[in-house]
């Protein structure tokens, strides 16, 4: 295990009825009569009654707010640059995100860009370093990305799809409560729990040795997330199932399973191409296509790595060869895949169209290679494209 510091400085608020305490929970960190800039997406919370429900929080525990909506999935720069206009014109002293991954991340970049004189595209460019943010707060809407604990933000503009990450931008306090996750469609229910799954796996395919006591949290979050999820599939209104997957996407994606390791990252590289290059494409259906792909090409890097997985994660028995047990264990991934009604290839991705050549360019144009695994270049990148058809 490598050395290594560790702070999580968000306070996790969970439970039935928690968001109705956001207003006091702001006022500890803000002077009464504060402006709070409420950051929400496309409209879901209106309907629900919940950003009705924040804004009553928030003006009985005497602040202010001012709304911004319309963050979209995979959110852009320009809707970022318009709120770091009307949050320096308002000079709100938070941030607050009720949404998803997207509206979190929208929510963090503006957070970044007030205070910064440039623009805040340069953060993701990596021309600057953010070095302070108007402090971030979240109501989670969506269990899927980890943004409402970790330290990332990703940022579209026009066919690039970058991500930054300080601990500056951790939320200070989140809310999770699982019953808002109720009115979550299918489809978004499936890439939620493909995302979290991924964020841990991108932490357990590691070439660090010793890291025995991560690997079995890692390996029981996994199949908890499995679990959970078909319960989910089947009964989107299954309280505990939610708050277990709340929990663990929550958690997934906060560093805790990266203690002590080198992390790896590809495939979330991978598929930052394929949902730059159509932003219709969903973040966590993405990585379905990406992730076996993945495995196929890098297994023979680390076969006990893998075999690991398969025993200890996909419950697979030992198939005699050291190639058959890996297969059966990625095979078994593809199997819960598919269950939760997740895309196979880039066809049912309706991303058969990219090129598998310009995307690995674009993958390897900051930092010349993916991953750390097995380290990827452009032509193993292009190999695997190649390998989702
Ligand atoms: O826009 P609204 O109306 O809010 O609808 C959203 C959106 O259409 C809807 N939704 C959210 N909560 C709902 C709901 N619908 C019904 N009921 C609810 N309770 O779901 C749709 C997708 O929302 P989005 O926020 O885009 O999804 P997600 O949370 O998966 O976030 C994806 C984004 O996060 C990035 C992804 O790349 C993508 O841009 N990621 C961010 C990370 C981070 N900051 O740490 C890490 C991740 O790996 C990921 O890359
Ligand atoms: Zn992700």
Redesign the pocket.
Same mark, same amino acid.
């Given at each position: 295990m490598n050395n290594f510091e560790y702070c999580n400085s968000t306070r996790l608020v969970f439970g039935k009825g928690e968001e109705d305490r956001i207003g006091d929970l702001l006022r500890k960190k803000l002077p009464a009569g504060s402006k709070v800039l409420v950051v929400?997406?496309?409209?879901?919370?209106k309907r629900?009654g919940l950003l009705a429900k924040v804004e009553q929080s928030l003006a009985k525990a005497d602040l202010q707010s001012v709304t911004l909506g319309g963050?979209?999935?995979? #959110?852009q720069l320009c809707f970022v640059q318009k709120g770091i206009e009307l949050a320096r014109q308002q000079a709100v002293a938070a941030v607050l995100a009720v +949404? &998803? +991954? !997207?509206?979190?991340?929208a929510s %963090?970049a503006i957070a970044i860009g007030v205070p910064y004189e440039g623009d805040v595209w340069d953060f993701f460019i990596q021309k600057a370093a953010p070095e302070k943010a108007l402090p971030v707060a979240c109501i989670l809407?969506?269990? *899927? *990305? +980890?943004?409402e604990q970790?330290?990332?933000?990703?940022l !579209?503009d026009k066919d690039r %799809?970058l991500?930054t990450g300080t601990p500056i931008v951790r939320p200070f306090v989140s809310v999770i409560d699982p019953e808002?996750?109720?009115?979550? #469609?299918k489809k978004?229910i499936r *890439?939620?729990v493909i995302?979290m799954m991924?964020?841990i796996m991108e932490r357990y395919f590691t070439q660090t040795k010793g890291t025995d006591f991560i690997d079995g949290q890692a390996e029981a979050a996994m199949r908890s997330i499995m679990k959970n999820g078909l319960k989910l599939i089947k009964n989107h209104k299954n309280y505990d199932a939610w708050c277990q997957i709340g929990l663990a996407g929550s958690f997934a994606?906060n560093g805790y399973y990266g203690l002590g390791q080198v992390e790896d990252w590809a495939c979330?590289g991978m598929?930052?191409e394929l !949902?730059a290059w159509d932003t219709t494409i969903?973040? &966590?259906e993405g990585l379905a296509v990406v992730t076996p792909a993945w495995m196929h090409y890098v297994w023979k890097d680390n076969p006990e790595r893998f075999i690991q997985f398969a025993c200890n994660v996909m419950s697979v028995k030992p198939h005699g060869s050291t190639k058959k047990t890996v297969m059966a264990g990625i095979k078994a991934l593809k199997k819960f895949y598919a269950k939760i009604g997740a895309p196979k290839n880039l066809k049912e991705l309706k991303a058969d169209g990219i090129s598998a050549k310009e995307l690995a360019v674009k993958a390897c144009q900051l930092n010349g290679k993916l991953g750390n695994f097995k380290v990827l270049h452009e032509d193993d990148i292009e190999q695997i494209y190649k390998l989702m058809r």
């Open positions: 929400f997406g496309g409209g879901t919370v629900t963050v979209t999935p995979n #959110p +949404g &998803g +991954g !997207s509206v979190i991340d %963090k809407t969506l269990p *899927a *990305a +980890g943004s970790s330290i990332r933000i990703v !579209s %799809k991500g808002i996750f109720y009115t979550l #469609p978004q *890439a939620g995302d991924s964020h994606h979330h598929e930052h !949902s969903t973040h &966590g």
